[in-house]
């Protein structure tokens, strides 16, 4: 039944034949595991071209809500985090194994005539690969993305005459970067750099076969052999290992979310993409007006230098252990892009930012209410008022209490399970907790960590909203606490309760002396409000 | 040669299945699994029974707050509210259970009636005529303090 369907399949379209003159090409004698690259890399683009359509379905391309969106997909959606940790290791290993593919044929030198339009095509597929980094760089839209990309515009405005024109393109005023610079990224991301690719690859792969994968000299005597099984097989093999490091990764690092985007958040120090990290400290040597030359001339000629590969190299083929110039120019390469990464990596600042695809709703409502949630349980309220279910008393998360406030106070303090263990103004905070509570109050209720509660009960009792505003509630006589553990240390935080001018010579705040448990309390939780 | 080649296609085929599984299965559960419950839809003050009359279907409408995805906002929903007796109230849903049209009320017929296709529905809520397959999808409703409170799940009679 199959054999008859393939029958008519093969007669009809001829597919059959077309994939065994594909699988049964010759390939020299000395081919194996120093050839593998290519096909892994393609393997790299056909996941990331998965994992980005499956990332596209629950995105929405605007700012901010591409922010809300992501964080949605990493927070509510199964598997969510692991295909953007797929994406994002993704497109790290693809870089890696595009840039080893590129340089075992330089060092093989198989770029000679006839291969020299197979290498040219093969470096419009790196520069491809970069453009996908450049502009997926943005999608996130939190501050790495917003102030990374503000940086890669204001680069491509100082390309000599076309500047202008490239900020233009990039949808930019030469200042800022809004919905319009964003709109670009995602096309040029989703909509015109995957067909250009496609067409590449084809063009790509059309020309190895066209000419045949290079031989070496040692096969002029050899016989052929054919591309399958053998080295389908070692192919698969290197595949499945590039595939194995990526779930690896993708399970195991965390990909943060940062803040989303803010233009006026000045605090926020960009830095690239480790594979970019090496122009960024290049830039750095080069001062003033000679600025264009590190940025965008001395990138171009290697841009420029690269394409001409095979026709400065036109010697005959050699034994990749007699190309002593390509191996030394490939040391040399690595020891400056080395050098200038782990320089970069040295001189970036440590960075206390959150990682906000992990904030709770508890980190993000009032102190008040937090501290609410704590008097429903030390009044025990819950041993009746079960959260989520009524068995012995209505639930309360199902609807705001509509009863009168008079009747809620009345409630409260004559409760048969603990009488009185509230006083009238901490009633009157937990009545106006059950009758006015949010969606998200209502998650912390059932879910808040009790070491988070009593940092609130300790804030609250201390009265530090008479002062301080954290998230949305409370006074400007002090500096808002929203992202205080961002900005400071610990023990800076620690500290400065016991003798705040000490820490900051203006300040006409108290001192507060307080428990170790106590102190521990509540800097954990002011630490715990993100900005 | 043959085993040689035999280990070959079964590498090819062994590797690339584990890789298509450890890739399915996550694109399986990231389509088509919704991940945990969600919360119980809140329950809001529609109505003060007071303004509803015994035994005469009334458009209710009311705001309440959306979780849609990523973005919550605050919708408006209408319901059409039956008060039965003095302290018992149902709510339907104002879509047809044919199609999704919205149907009214016909105080001549004493029937709901939808215009789309002529399904027919009597005041609690059963069919009469038309298409429709299943009586009218109900809100759960609760009546506190002489308030109407409506839910947001729709419940199929």
Redesign the interface.
């Known amino acids: 039944m199959f054999r008859r369907l393939l029958d008519w399949l093969e007669d009809r379209t001829g597919v059959e034949s077309a994939v065994k003159h594909f699988l049964y090409e010759d390939i020299p004698q000395s081919s194996g595991w120093h050839q593998v690259f290519g096909s892994v890399a393609l393997f790299a683009f056909l996941?990331q071209a998965?994992t980005g359509i499956?990332l596209a379905?629950?995105y929405?391309p605007a700012p901010g809500?591409a922010y809300?969106?992501l964080?949605?997909i990493v927070t509510?959606?199964?598997?969510?985090r692991?295909?953007r940790a797929?994406h994002h290791w993704g497109a790290s290993l693809m870089i890696v194994v595009v840039v080893v593919h590129m340089i075992q044929t330089f060092l093989w030198g198989t770029y000679k005539k006839p291969r020299e339009a197979t290498w040219i095509a093969g470096v419009g597929l790196l520069l491809l690969t970069l453009a996908y980094g450049l502009s997926g760089y943005l999608l996130p839209w939190d501050n790495r993305a917003y102030w990374g990309t503000v940086v890669t515009t204001e680069i491509s405005a100082l390309a000599p005459g076309a500047g202008p024109l490239l900020v233009r393109l990039l949808g930019s005023d030469g200042t800022a970067i809004g919905a319009v610079t964003f709109t670009r990224f995602y096309v040029a991301h989703v909509q015109l750099l995957p067909p250009l690719t496609a067409l590449l690859i084809a063009i790509h792969l059309y020309l190895v076969r066209r000419h045949g994968v290079a031989p070496t000299l040692a096969d002029a005597l050899q016989p052929k052999k054919k591309f399958y099984?053998?080295q389908?097989?070692k192919d698969?093999?290197a595949?499945?290992g590039w595939?194995a490091v990526l779930?690896g990764m993708a399970l195991l690092a965390r990909v943060p979310l940062g803040h989303l985007a803010d233009p006026t958040d000045l605090s926020y120090i960009p830095r690239p993409e480790w594979y970019f990290l090496f122009l960024f400290q290049f830039l750095k040597w080069f001062e003033g007006p000679l600025e264009v030359v590190g940025a965008v001339i001395i990138p171009t000629l290697a841009i420029i230098a690269l394409l001409l590969v095979p026709f400065i190299d036109r010697g005959k083929m050699k034994l990749v252990r007699q190309r002593i110039g390509a191996i030394g120019l490939v040391v040399l390469g690595a020891i400056f892009w080395g050098g200038l990464t782990a320089r970069a990596v040295a001189t970036t600042p440590e960075t206390r930012e959150m990682d906000m695809s992990l904030i709770r709703p508890w980190q993000e409502i009032s102190a008040g209410n937090l501290a609410s949630i704590g008097y429903f349980r030390q009044a025990q309220c819950g041993s009746c008022h079960r959260l989520?279910s009524a068995v012995a008393a209505p639930d309360l998360?199902?609807?705001p209490s509509?009863?009168p406030a008079s009747w809620l106070e009345e409630h409260i303090k004559t409760n048969p399970k603990a009488p009185g263990a509230l006083t009238d103004a901490q009633v009157q905070m937990l009545v106006t907790f059950v009758t006015k509570r949010s969606?998200k109050a209502?998650?912390a209720w059932q879910n808040a960590p009790q070491s988070a509660v009593d940092g609130a009960l300790v804030y609250q009792s201390n009265d530090c909203a008479s002062c301080h505003k954290l998230n949305g509630v409370g006074d400007d006589l002090g500096p808002p606490l929203n992202g205080v553990g961002e900005r400071r240390e610990r023990s800076w935080i620690e500290g400065h309760f016991a003798d705040p001018p000490k820490y900051s010579p203006d300040s006409i705040m108290p001192a507060f002396h307080f428990k170790p448990e106590q102190l521990k309390q509540i800097t954990d939780y002011i630490s715990a409000i993100p900005k | 040669m043959q085993t040689?080649?035999s280990?070959?296609?079964a590498?090819?085929s062994g590797?690339?299945s584990?890789?298509g599984v450890?890739?399915g299965i996550?694109?399986a559960?990231?389509?088509l699994?919704?991940?945990g419950s969600k919360?119980?839809g809140?329950?809001?003050?529609a109505a003060n029974l007071s303004q509803l009359q015994i035994g005469k279907p009334q458009e209710v409408s009311f705001e309440r707050?959306r979780?849609d995805?990523?973005?919550?906002f605050q919708e408006k929903v209408i319901a059409w509210v039956v008060r039965t007796d003095d302290q018992h109230v149902v709510a339907y849903s104002p879509q047809c259970t044919h199609l999704g049209c919205a149907y009214h009320w016909e105080a001549q017929q004493n029937q709901f009636v939808c215009p789309c296709h002529e399904s027919r529905f009597s005041i609690d809520g059963k069919v009469l005529g038309g298409p429709a397959a299943r009586p009218l999808d109900r809100y759960p409703v609760?009546v506190?303090?002489s308030?109407l409170?409506i839910?947001s799940e729709i419940r199929r009679a």
């Open positions: 996941v998965v499956l379905l629950n929405s809500e809300d969106s964080r949605y509510q959606v199964t598997a969510g692991l295909m797929l099984p053998e389908v097989a698969t093999v595949i499945f595939f779930m989520g998360t199902i609807a509509s009863r969606d209502v998650d | 040689r080649r280990f070959h296609t590498i090819i590797l690339g584990v890789i450890a890739l996550p694109t559960l990231y389509l699994v919704t991940r919360p119980k809140s329950f809001v003050e707050t979780l995805g990523w973005r919550t609760r506190e303090n308030k409170l839910g």
